[in-house]
């Protein structure tokens, strides 16, 4: 199994982070505007379109106000297993940080998911430090 880390430094505070990541519906947004161009929701689930063109149904598997924490998995695509999550913190010199990470099978996966987990984690930093309004 790949096990893929982003993490980025943010000009926001960490409510302000915690308070758009935890939107489930909101995604296209709130987090990452231009990444994901846009969120259906299914019931509890939410259907995702990305910037290129790939749809993905993401399932919630946990929302943690408490530790600033999410988890999702992706269940459908090129994924046997899938499992994301997504996590603000203060870090020791008061910065707000967004970690970002994923579990994935098959290995093969792993690439391409690392390519995008980047270009969406650079879009958490523009949308939520103000470049991508």
């Known amino acids: 199994m790949a096990s893929i880390h982003k993490r980025n430094v943010l000009a926001t505070s960490p ?19 231009g990444f994901v161009t846009g969120v259906e929701m299914d019931g509890p689930d939410r259907i995702v379109t990305f910037f290129n063109g790939r749809v993905a149904r993401e399932v ?3 929302c943690d106000e408490e530790e600033m924490r999410i988890a999702w998995t992706i269940v459908d695509g090129p994924y046997r297993h899938h499992h994301g999550v997504a996590q ?3 870090g020791e010199d008061g910065a707000t940080v967004f970690e970002w990470r ?7 996966t792993a690439v391409p998911t690392a390519e995008m987990m980047e270009r969406g984690i650079e879009a958490v930093r523009m949308t939520l430090d103000g470049a991508g309004a």
């Open 88 to 90: 603000v913190s203060r």
């Open 102 to 108: 994923a579990d994935v099978l098959p290995e093969e």
């Open 60 to 62: 919630l598997v946990s």
């Open 15 to 33: 409510e302000e982070a915690w308070s758009a990541l935890s939107d489930w519906e909101a995604l296209d947004r709130r987090l990452v505007r």
